[in-house]
């Protein structure tokens, strides 16, 4: 691919599941930020082409290991100043300005489910905020690995080298958040944080749930007797001057599914699937994905 931008857009994938959502991720990126960014999509159709070439790293059977190792290698020999980031379960709903605009902090990140998780090496902060009322409450800066931005090299190969050292069930999203709050080399910023004083949100917080498995049929589960079986959070977002926002005002830059779709079988993978197309949204949300984010062939 001939480079034209100083951005990059990876997104790795590892078989024929994926192929419809991965439409949604390219189609959605390029409508928004096409004409800045370069778009390499890596799959199982090319990927024995791409390991060939690997200079830096070896090739590893895991794939959020590999999702890294390819953005490096893409970022290395082609000379980018950035990288994206973005796994297969995206829809970019934006411009990812956060991203674009900032070329100076090493590593952009975003935000996971409101949880705090960790590990020996690391363990992700609860943060202490006074809202705008004088209210204090906490918030989780837990980060996701799969919407992400590097403009610096030597910190996405860091990022790398600690989940290699250190990996374990959290892989390289173990390895970001262990560079973000405990291995500090290079800075971190996390671009929807604090969630509660935030304009926009980039990954999981804009479910409005706490984890994975907890909407089923556009309604909640998993929350307790007095809330399951009402509508989820994404059931009341909104379109507003041709921009996507959530039930508590936030601009959605993109979604992120985030339902833990590698560790499904075939049958639990292909139900959640439908469950995305035709119960997860409300009717003004698929319009603006069909036609704002070029989504049309999915929620078809």
């Known amino acids: 691919m001939k480079k034209t931008n100083k951005t990059a857009c990876v997104v790795y994938y590892t078989d024929d599941r994926y192929d419809e959502l991965v439409k949604n991720v390219k189609n959605s990126f390029l409508k928004f930020n096409g004409e800045e960014c370069d778009y390499y999509q890596i799959d199982y159709t090319n990927q024995e082409e791409y390991n060939a070439s690997l200079e830096y790293f070896d090739f590893a059977p895991e794939t959020f290991l590999m999702q890294y190792i390819y953005a490096y290698e893409v970022m290395k020999k082609y000379n980018y100043e950035k990288v994206i980031i973005l796994g297969s379960d995206i829809i970019v709903c934006n411009r990812m300005d956060e991203f674009l605009d900032n070329d100076s902090t090493p590593v952009l990140a975003t935000l996971n489910y409101p949880c705090q998780e ?12 006074q809202l705008p009322n004088g209210e204090i409450i906490h918030d989780h800066m837990n980060i996701n690995a799969d919407v992400v931005c590097f403009n610096n090299a030597d910190a996405l190969r860091k990022v790398i080298e600690l989940s290699i050292e250190h990996y374990g069930y959290f892989s390289i999203q173990g390895g970001l958040n262990e560079l973000a709050w405990a291995d500090k080399s290079f800075d971190v910023e996390v671009v929807d944080a604090p969630y509660p004083l935030s304009n926009i949100v980039y990954n999981a917080r804009s479910k409005g749930v706490y984890g994975t498995d907890m909407i089923k049929k556009g309604v909640l589960a998993k929350h307790g007797p007095n809330l399951d079986g009402t509508p989820s959070p994404i ?16 601009q959605i830059k993109s ?32 319009k603006f994905f069909k036609e704002e984010c070029d989504c049309s062939e999915f929620f078809n």
């Open 118 to 129: 960790s590990t020996e090496y690391w363990t992700s902060p609860i943060i202490e905020i």
């Open 235 to 250: 059931k009341k977002w909104y379109v507003k001057d041709k921009k996507l926002y959530t039930q508590d005002n936030k």
């Open 255 to 286: 979604f992120h599914f985030i339902e833990g779709l590698g560790g499904r079988p075939l049958e639990s993978f292909n139900e959640i699937i439908n469950d995305f197309k035709y119960h997860w949204f409300n009717e003004d949300t698929i």
